[in-house]
């Protein structure tokens, strides 16, 4: 864990805290002399300043602050972020983790079962028939 925050970050943090909510065209007017958003001509999201302020709510997130940062989602696509309080921050984040290490078991778990059918598996219609080897495993 990060224990003292960069400047930029700290920056972002005060910022946030006089906020609580606040939206990436907001972080980005505000907070231009930090991420210098108007010197660039990328789109919006593939920009150097928005990979810094990840980076910063990262370090934020990782770091000894009290209030972590939580990201305000619409469809997916992240518009804005808030401070939480810890405990609803903390039960939000166990769950995002929760649920990702859940996908991940279960990519695990197909992966182990197409190894261990060894390509003996067909798709019909009706749905999947196992192919027997014609070799045995003892040779």
């Known amino acids: 864990m990060t224990k003292v925050l960069n400047d930029r970050?700290?920056?972002?943090?005060?910022?946030?805290l006089e906020n609580h909510i606040a939206f990436l065209g907001d972080i980005m007017k505000d907070l231009d002399e930090l991420y210098m958003r108007s010197l660039e001509r990328t789109t919006e999201y593939n920009s150097t300043a928005y990979r810094q302020l990840r980076r910063d709510i990262e370090e934020i997130n990782n770091s000894n602050a009290q209030h972590v940062v939580l990201p305000i989602k619409k469809s997916g696509k992240?518009?804005?972020y808030k401070l939480a309080n810890t405990n609803k921050a903390i039960l939000e984040k166990a769950d995002n983790y929760h649920q990702r290490a859940l996908?991940?078991?279960?990519?695990e778990y197909a992966l182990r079962k197409k190894a261990k059918n060894n390509a003996q598996l067909r798709m019909t219609r009706d749905g999947?028939?196992?192919?027997?080897s014609v070799v045995d495993d003892n040779g």
């Open 9 to 16: 970050a700290m920056a972002l943090y005060k910022y946030l």
């Open 78 to 80: 992240v518009y804005g």
């Open 103 to 107: 996908r991940m078991l279960r990519k």
């Open 128 to 132: 999947v028939t196992v192919i027997r």
